[in-house]
Structure formats: C-alpha cells, structure tokens
C-alpha cells in the first residue's frame, strides 16, 4: 500500500481556546442546573399551596353524586 498517501485528520479539539470554552460550560453548568432544580422547587410548592387551599373547602351539597 505504498501509493496511497491520506492527510491525517487534525483534531478540532486542540487548542487552549477549546479548553477555556469547555471549562466555562462545565463552570457554568453546575449553576444553571441549581437554578433550574430552585426554579422547579418553588414551582412545585406554589402548585402545592393551590392544591391544599382548594382542598381545605367545604363542598356543598350532593355534587359529587352528579359523578
């Protein structure tokens, strides 16, 4: 196979601007993700008081029998 001569594929990955570019993402990462999970929580528990305040009244009369 002496004929054929193919160009090695260089790597996009060198550099030190990829590196800073892909620590940035990591670094940033771990914030947005405890913003997202804080996000959700409070959703959660706001969805929560809803549902308790509409538990807690009385229903009246047989509407539930209309079921």
Do not use: C, W
Request: glycine share 6%; proline share 3%.
């Amino acid at each position: 196979m002496g004929g054929f001569n193919t160009p090695k594929t260089v790597s996009m990955r060198k550099g030190k601007s990829y590196h800073k570019k892909h620590q940035a993402i990591v670094k940033d990462f771990d914030n947005q993700k405890s913003k997202h999970l804080d996000k959700l929580a409070s959703q959660m528990l706001k969805n929560d008081e809803k549902a308790n305040k509409l538990k807690s009244k009385p229903i009246k009369g047989d509407f539930l029998k209309n079921f």
